[in-house]
């Protein structure tokens, strides 16, 4: 009896809470993705003003029974070196990537490769987003797997994929998202937290 009502409990107040890194260079467009991603799951989000967006904005979105919450760490230089402080506690990470930016696409290539390797991340989904897209001269989705193909092999065993985004318009947005929480759920080796619904 106690587990059957513990378990409704479960079901009617309780998600199941997973925590998302948002990674990427600096000007990739990770605060307008977050912002995005919240306006489009939250029925009465209106959005945030961009000048009090600070570098590691935090916000959450509701998926059904999975509640994603959003770390946006900032990807200046010194700001990389704090990205490893959190990979151990998070269940997915949201790698964007500037496609119009074709000068400082080895660079991020480079950021990729080195957060990719770290074995605090084993097994965690990643995602990466060609962000920009609705930008006429843009990389094509080609070219930058073009770009990161050393990086493969690096990959490992994990859900990845490469989804063509502008977070500006929302275009790939919603399907980016909901193939995230598909890979966090089905992800045993990071078990979600149990969050009361507020
Ligand atoms: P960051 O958080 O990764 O540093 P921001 O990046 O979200 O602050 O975005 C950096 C700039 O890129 C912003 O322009 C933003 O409007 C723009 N941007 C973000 N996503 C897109 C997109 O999908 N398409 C286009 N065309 N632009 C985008 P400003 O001019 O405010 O610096």
Known sequence: MYTLLSGLYK?????DEYCILI???DNAGKTTFLEQSKTRFSK?????SLSKITTTVV???DVGKARLMFWDLGGQEELQSLWDKYYAECHGVIYVIDSTD???LSESKQAFEKMVTSEALDGVPILVLANKQDVETCLSIPDIKTAFSDCTSKIGRRDCLTQACSALTGKGV???IEWMVKCVVRNVHRPPRQ???T
Not at 11 to 15: E, P, S, T
Not at 44 to 48: A, P, V
């Open 11 to 15: 079901y009617v107040f309780q998600k």
């Open 44 to 48: 009465n989000y209106k959005g945030m």
């Open 102 to 104: 074709e000068e400082r």
């Open 174 to 176: 919603r399907e980016g």
């Open 195 to 197: 969050r009361d619904i």
């Open 59 to 61: 916000g959450t979105v």
């Open 23 to 25: 990674l990427g260079l």
